[in-house]
């Protein structure tokens, strides 16, 4: 038997990696596509060993994309999360950082013209439903690569790429605040009650205190180890997955909404060393963050809870906006991540959240085919 084969280009877009797709490339069935994807990135095996997943959640990603019908868009980009250790594909969130690449990728592909120097790429996710800017350099009639834009988590410079989601409030669930309250207490069975913010502004986030799962908020990838407060996080994840209306009974959300929401652990500005063991003073950060995907601790800080995070630290009344230490009319908000600072510019009037700005770099790795075993 014969392997099927489906061409692909595989690219880095800020501190994630996929697989990306062209849409009239696989099955007109895509009830077949979740097969091809977990076998694309070798899921179910914690190794990944026989696909091109990395076994972590940010390097475990697909993306497709077509021309849009959408008035206001380029393309449409449709994001599938795959699983590590279960055979799942989940849809119902996008990520920011693949997002970066798909500009690049447009126009690279011949799907929007290339203007020098800088080509505007309008993206429409079909995840959330929401609009997407990218302003991407162009050179020579492609995607720029080369320049001296930095991104925490990612080694060295790239050509940068202005990132702008447009009203990004109720991607998932057509509430900023899905429970219509800043602040919640959510009774966590065996742990008691706890009390978090849940927003959904690009991607649904549900935001706890460090202080509250008594750590730091400074910790890396070892609280991965800690078996009690990583399970206390994902009961926290759970019951907050069953409030946005993803899952009809909290425990569910386990096996079928496993990427949604985020979580996001908050604490006030600190010293701390980062993943490539460099001091970040807490002079240089307003809020120290640490976020869980997909059941691990998250080696830098992905876009979309970036976006929302941004929201959450300007809007009174959250327990992010409590710890943030940002001057009145601040319109930027600066990230101390596990690995480094990112700033992420919002545009907020009243309780509307108009667009949030954030910067990135992407890349193409490769391209040519996938080979899937039937």
């Known amino acids: 038997m014969k392997m099927k084969k489906y061409p692909c280009v595989y690219m880095r877009g800020g501190t994630s990696k996929a697989v990306i797709f062209h849409k009239k490339d696989l099955p007109a069935n895509t009830a077949a596509w979740d097969s091809i994807f977990l076998k694309t990135m070798g899921t179910p095996d914690v190794k990944q060993i026989d696909g091109m ?68 790429v309008r993206v429409f996710n079909t995840n959330t439903h929401k609009l997407i800017e990218e302003h991407v350099r162009v050179e020579d ?10 991104i925490q ?6 050509s940068p790429i202005e990132m702008y989601f447009l009203d990004p409030a109720g991607a998932a669930t057509g509430k900023l605040f899905p429970t219509g309250h800043c602040k919640d207490t959510f009774n966590v069975p065996d742990y008691g009650p706890i009390e978090v913010s849940l927003l959904d502004c690009s991607n649904p986030v549900v935001f706890v ?40 009974h909290w425990e569910e ?3 079928k909404s496993t990427s949604v929401p985020k979580i996001s652990i908050v604490s ?47 809007l009174k009344g959250t327990i992010v906006n ?33 667009k949030g700005g954030v910067l990135r770099t992407a890349r193409r790795i490769l391209d040519g085919n996938i080979y899937i075993r039937e």
Do not use: W
């Open 53 to 120: 997943g990395g076994t972590v959640s940010s390097t475990s990603k697909i993306a497709v994309i077509s021309k849009s019908e959408h008035p206001d868009a380029d393309v449409d980009y449709s994001f599938y999360q795959v699983d590590i250790k279960i055979a799942n594909v989940d849809t119902k969130s996008n990520c920011g950082n693949i997002s970066s690449a798909i500009g690049p990728f447009a126009i690279d592909e011949g799907l929007v013209p290339a203007v020098e120097p800088v080509t505007v």
């Open 141 to 150: 009639g492609q995607a720029a690569v080369y320049g001296d834009a930095a």
């Open 153 to 158: 988590g990612v080694p060295g410079t790239g």
């Open 209 to 248: 205190r460090a202080t509250d799962l008594s750590i730091k908020g400074t910790e890396l990838t070892e609280l991965n180890g800690n078996t009690k407060v990583m399970e206390h996080l994902e009961r926290i994840r759970c019951i907050a997955a069953q409030k946005c209306g993803f899952v009809e």
């Open 253 to 255: 959300a386990r096996t």
């Open 268 to 314: 006030s500005p600190q010293d701390y060393t980062d993943m490539d063991g460099n001091v970040v003073p807490a002079a240089t950060m307003d809020l120290c963050v640490r976020a869980i995907s997909v059941g691990s601790v998250h080696k830098a800080y992905p876009m979309t809870v970036t976006i929302c995070t941004g929201a959450a630290a300007l």
């Open 322 to 354: 409590e710890l943030t230490h940002v001057e009145v009319g601040t319109r930027k908000v600066r990230l101390g991540h596990a690995s480094g600072v990112t700033d992420v510019i919002m545009d907020i009037k009243g309780n509307t959240v108009i």
